[in-house]
């Protein structure tokens, strides 16, 4: 029965480079959010996908951040061309619903640092 | 614009008291509120929710009360243990879920 799964737990890159970022629903979870924490903030909504759709992406910044969630495999969240400012816990989470009341379950997050 | 404001960062709480955290939130349109609890370097961790349609809900030693009229609610936790010592998420609930910043809670033994 495992929960949320997100890899890698810990990701360095240098300026310039591409991050992956991993998530693995809960099973029987068709629903999947991205969040980003910055240091000493709250978690900021960036991207909600069912399989193969993006739903609402309206926390997402226009530019270089990408997410799928593809029929087959994991969630991606993408950042092309990382800055320093991309440094952050990304939680992904995952429910059964999105109607009615519902809880999102997280992920242990993943932690980006830009060098 | 915040639309669910947790306007304590931290709070400090003698071992075996109550512990009192308070959230607010603009949007009259959210219809459930949910908890979560946060340890360094863990996702963060359902914990009690709430309906609008109730003012009140209770689990253990957790309790949420909610005050519509107000757009305020509260978690209380009786007696606090050192166990709680965590960072605690409100958020509410509309087309999407809106968290709050948080606040981090210190039990003192």
């Known amino acids: 029965n495992a929960g949320v799964m997100q890899n890698p737990r810990h990701l360095v890159r240098r300026r310039g480079q591409e991050a992956r970022l991993r998530c693995s629903p809960m099973k029987g979870h068709s629903h999947v959010y991205w969040y980003r924490q910055l240091p000493e903030e709250g978690l900021k909504f960036m991207v909600y996908?069912?399989?193969?759709?993006?739903?609402?992406e309206s926390g997402m910044p226009k530019e270089r951040f990408s997410a799928e969630f593809p029929k087959e495999g994991p969630s991606i969240l993408r950042i092309q061309q990382v800055v320093r400012g991309d440094s952050a816990a990304y939680f992904c989470?995952?429910?059964?619903?999105?109607?009615?009341?519902?809880?999102?379950?997280f992920g242990p997050g993943t932690r980006l640092t830009v060098t | 614009d915040q639309q669910v404001k947790q306007n304590s960062p931290s709070l400090s709480v003698q071992e075996g008291r109550i512990s009192i955290l308070n959230c607010d939130y603009t949007?009259?349109?959210?219809?459930?509120f949910l908890w979560y609890k946060k340890y360094p370097a863990e996702g963060p961790t359902f914990l009690i929710s709430?309906?609008?349609?109730?003012d009140k809900n209770e689990d253990g030693r957790f309790t949420v009360f909610l005050n519509k009229s107000a757009k305020h609610l509260s978690l209380h936790i009786v007696p606090s243990q050192p166990g709680d010592s965590a960072v605690y998420f409100c958020a509410a609930s509309g087309d999407k879920i809106i968290f709050g910043k948080g606040t981090r809670l210190h039990i003192l033994p």
């Open positions: 709430i309906s609008s349609i109730k």
């Open positions: 949007n009259s349109m959210f219809d459930y």
């Open positions: 996908l069912q399989k193969e759709n993006i739903i609402d």
């Open positions: 989470a995952s429910s059964p619903q999105h109607k009615g009341p519902y809880e999102q379950y």
